[in-house]
């Protein structure tokens, strides 16, 4: 059986979890990363300005992008939508930031949770774009893009 057909049936058995695993899975990566004492966090040998901060970003916009094609369930996002979202990761960082103060080495950060929910907004702007582009056709008559008829 190969990958697609596999992920199709997957997605019709279980249309919730189709949507759903990947946001839980993301954070549940986020708070296994946020659990890593200071010294089990890789050196890379070079210094970054900042670098923790584009980590956070990076994380939370992937996090946030899930939970909202978990929530718009792979459709088209509404601003509604977008904002809890945004508000779900908002929290979801202050309890991982929670968490590192009872991680040797590692402490909670107000500008790190702000690099959190600055990563959620980006994550939820870009799955709006991409949500958006995806639910277009190419008009053929003028080149350009129409809106998809209603299910």
Excluded at 22 to 46: E, K, M, N, R, Y
Excluded at 62 to 68: D, I, M, P
Excluded at 124 to 132: E, G, L, M, V
Aim: with cysteine; net charge positive.
């Amino acid at each position: 059986m190969s990958f697609a057909k596999f992920r199709r049936r997957f997605a019709q058995r279980h249309p919730g979890w189709y949507f759903v695993a990947p946001a839980v899975l993301c954070a549940a990566a986020i708070f296994w990363a946020s659990g890593l004492t200071g010294s089990q966090i890789p050196d890379l040998g070079f210094s970054i300005p900042f670098a923790d901060k584009y980590e956070h970003i990076i994380a939370y916009s992937v996090f946030a992008a899930l939970l909202a094609r978990a929530l718009a369930k792979g459709g088209p996002l509404t601003r509604r939508m977008a904002m809890v979202c945004v508000v779900v990761a908002a929290l979801y960082g202050v309890t991982d930031e929670f968490h590192q103060i009872f991680v040797p080495g590692r402490f909670c950060s107000a500008v790190d949770w702000t690099a959190d929910v600055v990563g959620s907004a980006v994550g939820i702007i870009a799955y709006w774009a991409t949500s958006r582009r995806s639910a277009r056709v190419p008009a053929a008559e003028f080149g350009e893009s129409q809106p998809l008829p209603p299910k």
